[in-house]
């Protein structure tokens, strides 16, 4: 039997759907990042980047809403020898699996009990898990599909790449669940209400960073899209509206990304209180702090792109098997061998 | 998985005007083989139609956007040689400084060529914002910032202008000093040194049965330099020395061009400190008399040599170039056989090889 | 290595809050130097229709056509490479360079300066002109 929400709850899904961490808010974090990124990386190269179209005088903050209204105008073209069900299908499914992650995300608590989000599971970092390994398998479809060389080579690389970067991701993710002895986010959150999990593992996190970098295909691991060899890696062939969503769905997985590793490692929601938000809304004062950890993070993730060279897939291979999945794993035994040390902390006397 | 026929390039973020055809198998290149001719120009058949004097703005577009003035020199020396015409001392230094300015423009757009094909666009940026202190400086000396046509036959066209001399110090101090930035940024970063080191070594002996020249034969060793070896102009007259690699991989190639340019700021303060009163030009009769003349200069990119056949009219019989990156495009094949695709455009830029030098 | 790591970080930070280095093109532009060569302008008066300028322009971009009774070059702007030759063989000093580079036109034929458009002064540039210049050592090179 269906449950029949009250009008409040209807009002409160919509907004959750809709608005806050549903439709609106990854457009908006794509919106800003992009255009954060192009001004910032502007700046390390001492250039002043987007400077014409938007409100505020000679910011360029409207550029992205201009490139995306200029990509839907254009034709789309489709190559002729393309599997053309797979490869006009990917690019939606790429921006609907990446977005789909932020449902299962704790952004803030309620006061009346509950978290503000989409949809409550108690297994949901395995939901998300799931969720991200999907979005190298889109990858390699569109490249597959484009029936073009250079996106073959990219398909390819995108495949090898999956190799380095999925296990140290899984094992990190097994230690902080060792620690707080959940799949639970929301609980993964409550449980650091006294010390964050950055400071009890920062191995983990350092792993985990560098490991959704790759899985992100950020600058020092864009190797799928490396533009100086394969021209632009997989997506090659898109044109118009379907180049703009692979490029929305890029940002879309960065906003999930950040938020998943503000909540395990970052303590999530957890902050002061702050009384001038909180007297609006008590879910704001949350929300804020969450913002303010994936603004960081946002940065750091961003800055790669202007201050370090692209790696080779072999060179990205054994970082990930030589580097990163020993440093995982000395993590998980480090974390078992204090659990007398840090039980007490985390889950409470 | 077979092995697959790539076409890369012209039209392609990394190669220029080039187009190499790979065979690729997987992520390896097998074999690269270089296509060129997208920038012919006839410049040799150009030259005979044209005057001594006319050729002077077609043949600094060679190399146009790099390196016209160390180009220009060996046609102008050639000349000179031919017609037993003695050169102002004063036009001399200008010459020098003019080429050892170009050189350091040239450079520094290798370098942040270089970072752009290992995929750092920050690099790519500062070492072009410095290089315009270089061009603003040929501006105020020449009138131009690219294609000068400053020197000419018998001296040079225009004297130093006013305050050139401090100006000109005062930006050697300064890129000096910002070289150390761009060690902190590229050449001492690890991901780069990933990148670039141990790739596409190029031996001594392999070098040298190539016929390879400039940076990319000094980066593997070989101390061979024209303005050493047989100086022209006044080279002989500065103490400089010849910066060697020892490993001859893609990033001794990088690191040699930077200690070049410390080796160039270093002659252009001897030389605005010793440059001479005089003249700066001496009339040249527009015949050239019967006779034919080698001469060799070292360009930016390597050893350029001109012959020209003169048949005593005012029009080369025939010019003969060979320039620099055509020497150094024949040790790509050599280097680029079984290593990644991802390898392929740090080995093809760290040669520094422009289309339009190989296609004249 | 791990220093080598981290310090690029903290430089490409440090860049951010440097002064930027590019200028709002349309808005503020370089000023040419003194000596810069730019577009060739002609003074009518003093031509004496002597063709040594088109003898030995190397591109053919000079070309003697009939004016006011007078034989007088014209100018095509897409074929001058803009060698200052003309302007030092010409012995009236009927012609010298101008700071003007901007020669674009919708048609071929637009580049093409009749001696009325070639002996015309440049037009002048915008009001806000910048030359590149070195601050001091902390905040590097800018346009000012």
């Known amino acids: 039997m269906i449950p029949i929400l009250s009008f409040s709850e209807f009002i409160e899904l919509i907004l959750k759907v809709l608005i806050f961490p549903g439709l609106a808010f990854p457009l908006l974090f794509a919106m800003i990042v992009i255009w954060f990124e192009r001004k910032f990386l502007a700046r390390i190269m001492l250039r002043i980047g987007p400077l014409h179209v938007g409100p505020l005088n000679r910011t360029g903050l409207f550029q992205p809403i201009a490139d995306f209204l200029k990509l839907i105008q254009k034709e789309i073209i489709v190559p002729d020898n393309a599997y053309k069900f797979l490869y006009n299908i990917a690019p939606i499914m790429a921006s609907i699996v990446a977005s789909m992650s932020v449902a299962f995300i704790p952004y803030a608590p309620k006061p009346d009990g509950g978290y503000w989000m989409i949809y409550y599971t108690p297994l949901s970092l395995l939901v998300i898990l799931a969720i991200f390994t999907a979005r190298p398998f889109i990858m390699v479809g569109a490249g597959w599909a484009s029936n073009s060389k250079y996106c073959t080579i990219g398909a390819l690389r995108a495949a090898l790449q999956l190799l380095a970067y999925e296990v140290p991701i899984t094992l990190s993710l097994a230690s902080i669940v060792i620690m707080s002895g959940t799949f639970d986010l929301a609980k993964i959150v409550e449980t650091q209400s006294s010390i964050w999990f950055i400071i009890l593992q920062p191995i983990g996190f350092i792993v985990i960073l560098i490991a959704m970098m790759a899985e992100l295909s950020r600058r020092p691991f864009d190797i799928p899209l490396a533009e100086q060899e394969v021209v632009f890696g997989w997506p090659t062939e898109y044109t118009g509206t379907q180049f703009a969503l692979v490029m929305v769905s890029e940002y879309f997985d960065l906003c999930a990304v950040t938020s998943l590793i503000t909540v395990l490692f970052l303590g999530g929601w957890s902050g002061p209180v702050i009384p001038l938000l909180n007297d609006i809304s008590p879910i704001l004062s949350g929300v804020f702090w969450f913002f303010l950890k994936m603004a960081i993070l946002t940065v750091i993730i961003i800055m790669g792109r202007g201050i370090y060279p692209r790696l080779r897939i072999d060179q990205l291979l054994d970082t990930g098997w030589t580097l990163l999945i020993p440093l995982a794993i000395i993590q998980i035994i480090i974390t078992l061998l204090t659990a007398q040390w840090w039980l007490p902390l985390v889950r409470g006397a | ?360 | 290595m791990v220093v080598d790591i981290i310090r690029p970080f903290f430089l490409g930070f440090y860049h951010a809050f440097k002064r930027t280095f590019t200028v709002k093109h349309p808005f503020v532009r370089l000023k040419p130097t003194d000596r810069y060569r730019g577009r060739v302008v002609l003074n009518i008066d003093r031509c004496i229709s002597c063709r040594s300028c088109v003898n030995v322009c190397p591109n053919k971009a000079l070309e003697m056509v009939k004016f006011e009774k007078k034989l007088i070059p014209q100018y095509d702007a897409g074929r001058c490479c803009l060698c200052n030759l003309c302007v030092e063989i010409c012995p009236a000093i009927a012609l010298s360079m101008s700071y003007e580079v901007e020669f674009s036109e919708y048609t071929r034929k637009g580049l093409i300066h009749t001696p009325d458009r070639f002996s015309q002064p440049p037009k002048p540039i915008a009001e806000k002109t910048v030359t590149v210049k070195i601050l001091d050592k902390k905040r590097g090179v800018a346009h000012k």
Not at chain 2, 23 to 35: A, I, Y
Not at chain 2, 131 to 155: A, C, H, N, P, S
Request: aromatic share 10%; charged share 30%; hydrophobic share 40%.
């Open chain 2, 1 to 360: 998985m077979s092995v697959m026929k790539l076409s890369m390039g012209p039209q392609h973020p990394i190669t220029g005007h080039f187009r190499f055809i790979l065979d690729v198998d997987g992520d390896l290149v097998l074999k690269l083989e270089p296509d060129i001719g997208y920038t012919h120009r006839g410049i040799e058949k150009l030259a005979e139609k044209r005057t001594y004097l006319q050729n002077l703005p077609v043949i600094e577009r060679v190399n146009s956007y790099c390196d016209s003035a160390g180009t220009m020199l060996g046609y102008l020396e050639a000349i000179e040689e031919l017609m037993g015409l003695e050169v102002p001392e004063r036009a001399k230094y200008l010459r020098v400084i003019a080429a050892e300015l170009n050189r350091i423009a040239s450079h520094l757009y290798a370098a942040c060529l270089f970072s752009v094909a290992t995929g750092l666009e920050t690099m790519l940026m500062w070492p072009i914002n410095d290089r315009e202190l270089v061009l603003d400086l040929l501006e105020k000396l020449t009138g131009q910032r690219i294609t000068y046509t400053y020197q000419t036959i018998g001296g040079v066209r225009f004297d130093m202008p006013e305050g050139f001399k401090e100006e000109a110090l005062k930006r050697l101090d300064y890129l000096e000093k910002r070289t150390e930035d761009y060690y902190k940024m590229l050449l001492w970063n690890h991901t780069f040194h990933m990148r670039t080191k141990k790739v596409g070594i190029l031996k001594p002996s392999d070098a040298i049965k190539l016929g390879v020249v400039g940076p990319n034969l000094r980066a593997s060793g070989v101390k061979v330099d024209v303005r050493k070896d047989e100086p022209y102009e006044v080279y002989d007259k500065f103490d400089f020395s010849i910066p060697t690699g020892k490993n001859g991989d893609s990033y001794d190639r990088l690191e040699v061009r930077f200690k070049e340019v410390e080796q160039s700021i270093n002659i252009l303060r001897q030389a605005l400190k010793d440059i001479p009163k005089g003249p700066i030009k001496k009339w040249a009769p527009p015949i050239v008399p019967k006779g034919e003349a080698y001469t060799r200069v070292e360009a930016a990119r390597g050893e350029f040599g001109y012959y020209i056949v003169a048949d005593g009219t005012m029009k080369p019989y025939r010019l003969k170039m060979s320039p620099p990156s055509f020497r150094n495009l024949i040790a790509l094949p050599h280097l680029c056989k079984n290593v990644p695709l991802g390898d392929i455009p740090v080995i093809y830029i760290s040669l520094d090889l422009i289309p339009m030098d190989v296609d004249r």
